[in-house]
């Protein structure tokens, strides 16, 4: 494999030893090679960070708890500890956009962050780590090529139909929202307009599902990926975050019921972001299995740390390829390389192209 600053021209494939076996599955099950080829590669979970200094409306609450993971997470994307209470919102798109640029990315979905609210619909001002408005992703959008908008908006606000629109008329890709974060029940019948627009403009819901520990959890039971089931039923595309999986090592494992869920919902599927990190990524080679490896879509969970280390421990990549990646320098590149080597199919990259709500749709 070869890499460059810039677009990144990959020349092979680092495959997993294990993964030709795990992928013995008809040649038909996956789109060809060629076809994926000629679709975008596209990070579908990107976060966007920012503490309010460039007059962006976002904040970031510090805790003794968070702070080193927060101070982690900088360093890990190449920013100074410093920049937490410094110029956050600036510095934060530049390191973005360099990743993007010299990653083989075409582009990535900027995912705002919602407040907390109660199931009456009012906010609940004393509560959630990070918030980042709908305005300044699509402003971010406007001015940048390489991001795609994911807007955040709790469907219990009393607005939240109102806000819908504005984002749909923004050029909203897909709305993302983190249930056991948010407060969010999915299954509340009172969303049921909501969702039901989502399916009508073809926007598909990101839903966090599985553990959580970088943000404040306000309902634990909500990271079951079984309370999406309305949501599905009213019609809405649905991307399982994460796949169901434990961040940490006392989390419920709800991977089983995600993969149980495909095979009732058509329109159910599943990322691969933050599988770099611990815990996680054990779920590998069960998600290279046919047919679930038909629902996988890539995304990294920046500026979630990327290492090889756990996959290679795992046998899941081997030390010459680990080595390489580890040299790589975007943390993109390093996420989508290292995916590359598990055995993850050019497919899992460009599947979420014909998913996101497209400019012919707005």
């Given at each position: 494999?070869?890499w460059h600053?810039?677009?990144?021209?990959?020349e092979?494939?680092?495959?997993?030893?294990?993964a030709s076996?795990?992928?013995?599955?008809?040649?038909?099950a996956?789109?060809?090679?060629d076809?994926?080829s000629?679709?975008?590669?596209i990070?579908?979970?990107?976060?966007?960070?920012?503490n309010?200094?460039?007059g962006?409306?976002?904040w970031?609450?510090?805790?003794?708890?968070?702070?080193?993971l927060?101070?982690?997470?900088?360093?890990?994307?190449?920013l100074p500890?410093?920049?937490?209470?410094?110029?956050?919102d600036?510095l934060?798109v530049?390191?973005?956009l360099?990743?993007?640029?010299?990653?083989?990315?075409d582009?990535?979905?900027i995912?705002?962050?919602?407040?907390?609210?109660?199931?009456q619909?009012?906010?609940?001002?004393?509560?959630?780590?990070?918030?980042?408005?709908?305005s300044y992703?699509?402003?971010?959008v406007s001015?940048?090529?390489?991001?795609?908008?994911?807007?955040?908006?709790?469907?219990?606000?009393?607005?939240?139909?109102?806000?819908?629109?504005f984002?749909?008329a923004?050029?909203?890709a897909?709305?993302?929202?983190?249930?056991?974060c948010?407060n969010?029940?999915?299954r509340?019948?009172?969303?049921?307009r909501?969702?039901?627009r989502?399916?009508?403009?073809?926007?598909?819901?990101?839903?966090?599902?599985?553990?959580?520990?970088?943000?404040e959890?306000?309902q634990?039971?909500?990271?079951d990926?079984?309370?999406?089931?309305?949501?599905?039923q009213?019609?809405?595309t649905?991307?399982?975050?994460?796949s169901?999986?434990k961040s940490?090592?006392f989390?419920?494992?709800?991977?089983h019921h995600?993969?149980?869920?495909?095979?009732?919902?058509?329109?159910l599927?599943?990322?691969?972001?933050?599988?770099?990190?611990?815990i996680?990524?054990?779920?590998?080679p069960?998600?290279l299995?046919?047919?679930?490896?038909?629902?996988m879509?890539?995304g990294?969970?920046y500026?979630?740390?990327?290492?090889g280390?756990?996959?290679?421990?795992?046998g899941?990549?081997?030390w010459?390829s680990?080595r390489q990646?580890e040299?790589i320098?975007?943390?993109?590149?390093?996420?989508?390389?290292?995916?590359r080597a598990?055995?993850?199919p050019?497919e899992?990259?460009?599947?979420?192209?014909r998913?996101?709500?497209?400019p012919?749709?707005m």
């Amino acid at each position: 494999m070869a890499w460059h600053l810039g677009k990144v021209a990959v020349e092979q494939n680092i495959m997993n030893p294990k993964a030709s076996e795990l992928l013995g599955q008809p040649t038909s099950a996956l789109h060809s090679r060629d076809e994926a080829s000629r679709m975008k590669l596209i990070d579908v979970h990107v976060h966007i960070v920012g503490n309010g200094t460039g007059g962006t409306g976002c904040w970031l609450r510090p805790s003794l708890i968070r702070w080193p993971l927060q101070a982690f997470m900088a360093r890990h994307i190449g920013l100074p500890v410093s920049a937490l209470k410094g110029d956050l919102d600036r510095l934060y798109v530049e390191k973005l956009l360099q990743a993007v640029r010299e990653s083989s990315l075409d582009a990535v979905v900027i995912l705002a962050q919602e407040q907390v609210y109660d199931t009456q619909g009012r906010l609940m001002k004393d509560r959630g780590t990070a918030y980042v408005p709908n305005s300044y992703v699509l402003k971010l959008v406007s001015q940048h090529p390489e991001f795609l908008a994911g807007v955040s908006i709790h469907p219990a606000r009393v607005d939240a139909l109102d806000e819908l629109e504005f984002c749909l008329a923004g050029g909203a890709a897909l709305m993302k929202c983190l249930p056991n974060c948010q407060n969010i029940d999915c299954r509340d019948r009172r969303f049921t307009r909501f969702w039901e627009r989502m399916a009508e403009a073809g926007l598909p819901l990101l839903a966090h599902t599985g553990g959580e520990h970088t943000l404040e959890v306000v309902q634990p039971e909500l990271a079951d990926p079984r309370t999406l089931e309305w949501p599905l039923q009213c019609g809405v595309t649905v991307i399982a975050a994460h796949s169901g999986t434990k961040s940490g090592l006392f989390d419920p494992q709800y991977f089983h019921h995600f993969s149980e869920m495909t095979r009732k919902h058509p329109r159910l599927y599943g990322d691969i972001s933050a599988f770099n990190v611990p815990i996680r990524g054990a779920v590998v080679p069960r998600c290279l299995e046919f047919p679930l490896i038909e629902r996988m879509i890539h995304g990294s969970d920046y500026p979630v740390p990327v290492f090889g280390h756990w996959a290679w421990l795992q046998g899941f990549v081997d030390w010459k390829s680990f080595r390489q990646c580890e040299q790589i320098p975007s943390v993109l590149e390093r996420d989508y390389q290292l995916k590359r080597a598990m055995g993850f199919p050019p497919e899992t990259f460009s599947r979420i192209t014909r998913l996101l709500r497209t400019p012919s749709a707005m």
